[in-house]
């Protein structure tokens, strides 16, 4: 006989029923974790390979690396090496390996204006051998805007050297360019002079031929062997002046031409993010846990009355 | 059956949960969402006092609400947009805006917001001083009818202008039809109690004005609106001058006074107030 026997109907087998229930979470959350796991890729096999790095700046432990916008590794861990630089361990998932080359480079690269710092990988040479694992993979930074300005101003204060170069040599008296319009200012008076000679000796061309033809047909010799000599110099310091203008003028292009799709891509991201924001903020604001908080602006017409 | 029981106790707070979760209102035409937002941000900056651009989006409202052809929104951010330029002493264009509600009688604009139109251009010719406020006046009270929201705004439109006219006695008359149309509308019953006040202390009657402005003055703080408690405080100050109450006038002028400077003071101000 139970001390305690129980002769409510609704209590029979209520051990073995409470025990399924409680059995079922416990596999219910053993599942979640399971799944987060296999979310994570706790159970692929990963090949490590490493980079060095000058610094750990902008790289941390769990940090994605990704080929082609695709999360094909991690950050394992990071130490300072002998030559006090971060030598940055990597975990490539096996199946993607077979991407990446000998040559393949890793670099720092944001995703979007306020994104996470990501390892961006660049695979290497077609040509070039598998990586193996445990190998070395070169790093190079890039990417950030201090790195788009830094490549900017490096392209773009040679250049404006070089034009401030070119406009010290124009307004130098003793540099080339004026030197050479001075000799050109000595040649056009000279042919002056000529013409001058060359009128008179027309005008007194029935008297005077025998005695001053010749003297005046030896200046006239002169002024075309100097306008001779001068010339090809003239025209190839002319032609001088304009290489290093069109090559000054070229390294600006191109130093626009490389950083403007940059700075447009951060302007169109920065526009992007903006929009996005607001319409995160207009759905928190519909959100029904979030809406009682937020005061409803009043449609139709300003609250105005007779003394406004 | 148990078990159905159990699954319905289950189940239950599942659905009350979803019932929270309510879905997002029925969207608009998109033209049609983008002039609600920017009205709701016109309204958020003129409430601020950024009336430069209260003014652009209520534009930006407007045109919206034009390429749509939503007559309601349209005649609604003209008004509001008639308010911000009065607001920024540019009457002239307010005006345009509102003649082009009121002598378009073509378009079906709806009578409420035809009747607003009205009644903010009675207001700015009040304001004015205008010659022709008190036919803004009437022609207001023609599209109100009997009674309407702005009744008691346009009687006590009536009270202002017989202030400005030094009619005192209908001015009274006036202010206590505005009060006894306000009903719950405390704006324009604090208005009615100050211009009845202005005119009892014109008529020389100082206990009847300290009243009113004493009333003015509870409804004013229960609203928050800075300049008209100064006002409120001024005129109790005169009031309880002219009863001969000094110590009492004084300590009123001197809240005034602080109010006044308080209104002036604006963020970043060197001298505080």
Redesign the interface.
């Known amino acids: 006989m139970t001390l305690l026997a129980d002769k409510d109907e609704r209590f029979k087998g209520l051990f073995v029923k409470v025990s399924i229930f409680v059995l079922l979470a416990v596999i219910g959350i053993a599942l979640n974790f399971l799944y987060a796991a296999l979310r994570q890729g706790l159970f692929v096999q990963k090949t490590p390979v490493y980079f060095v790095a000058p610094t750990s700046q902008n790289i941390h432990e769990g940090m994605a690396v990704k080929l082609s916008g695709f999360k094909i590794g991690t950050v394992k861990s990071m130490t300072l090496n002998e030559a006090a630089q971060t030598r940055v361990e990597l975990l490539i998932e096996d199946k993607y390996m077979h991407f990446l080359r000998e040559d393949a480079e890793v670099t720092p690269v944001r995703e979007g204006v306020i994104g996470d710092t990501v390892l961006a990988v660049d695979r290497g040479s077609e040509n070039k051998p598998a990586l193996r694992a445990g190998a070395e993979v070169s790093y190079v930074l890039s990417g950030g805007l201090e790195q788009i300005t830094q490549d900017l101003r490096d392209r773009l204060f040679p250049a404006i050297d070089d034009m401030s170069k070119l406009l010290h040599d124009i307004n130098d008296p003793k540099g080339d360019i004026r030197q050479t319009l001075k000799n050109l200012r000595e040649v056009t008076a000279g042919m002056n002079g000529t013409r001058a000679r060359l009128d008179q000796m027309l005008e007194h061309s029935d008297a005077m031929v025998a005695n001053d033809a010749r003297p005046m047909l030896q200046s006239l010799n002169k002024a075309a062997g100097k306008l001779e000599q001068d010339l090809p110099n003239l025209l190839n310091k002319a032609n001088s002046t304009l290489d290093s203008l069109q090559k000054s003028g070229a390294a600006i292009k191109s130093a626009v031409e490389t950083s403007a799709p940059q700075f447009s891509g951060l302007v169109g991201e920065s526009r992007e993010l903006v929009h996005e924001s607001r319409k995160t903020v207009d759905s928190l604001n519909n959100n029904w846990l979030l809406r009682s908080g937020v005061p409803q602006e009043p449609q139709g017409l300003i609250n105005m009355d007779s003394n406004d | 059956m148990?078990f159905l029981k159990h699954a319905a106790l289950l189940i239950l707070p599942l659905v009350l949960l979803s019932a929270?979760?309510?879905a997002?209102?029925p969207r608009l035409p998109l033209a049609l969402e983008q002039a609600?937002t920017a009205?709701?941000q016109a309204?958020?900056a003129?409430r601020d006092g950024d009336l430069a651009v209260a003014r652009n989006l209520f534009e930006q409202s407007l045109r919206l609400q034009q390429s749509q052809d939503n007559l309601p929104g349209v005649a609604?951010a003209a008004?509001?947009l008639a308010?911000v330029y009065h607001g920024m002493k540019n009457d002239d264009m307010a005006m345009r805006l509102l003649d082009g509600i009121l002598a378009d009688k073509l378009t079906p604009y709806p009578a409420e917001?035809r009747t607003?139109a009205a009644?903010?251009k009675a207001?700015i010719m009040?304001d004015g001083g205008n010659k022709e406020a008190a036919a803004a006046i009437e022609a207001a009270t023609l599209l109100c009818g009997k009674s309407c929201e702005f009744t008691?705004?346009?009687h006590?439109?009536r009270a202002?202008l017989a202030l400005s006219q030094k009619d005192y006695a209908a001015a009274v008359n006036f202010s206590r039809d505005a009060a006894d149309a306000a009903g719950g509308?405390k704006?324009?019953l604090a208005?009615a109690r100050?211009y009845s006040a202005a005119a009892e202390a014109a008529l020389g009657q100082h206990g009847l004005a300290l009243e009113q402005y004493l009333a003015a003055l509870e409804l004013d703080k229960h609203m928050g609106i800075g300049p008209?408690i100064a006002s409120d405080l001024d005129g109790a100050a005169r009031a309880l001058t002219q009863l001969g109450r000094k110590d009492e006038a004084a300590s009123y002028a001197r809240r005034a006074a602080a109010a006044h400077d308080a209104i002036r003071f604006k963020p970043g101000d060197t001298t505080a107030p």
Do not use: Q
Request: hydrophobic share 35%; glycine share 6%; charged share 30%.
């Open positions: 148990t929270c979760g309510s997002r209102p609600a009205d709701r309204k958020r003129f609604t008004v509001n308010v917001l607003a009644f903010r207001v009040v008691a705004g346009i006590n439109l202002r509308n704006e324009e208005n100050r008209r």
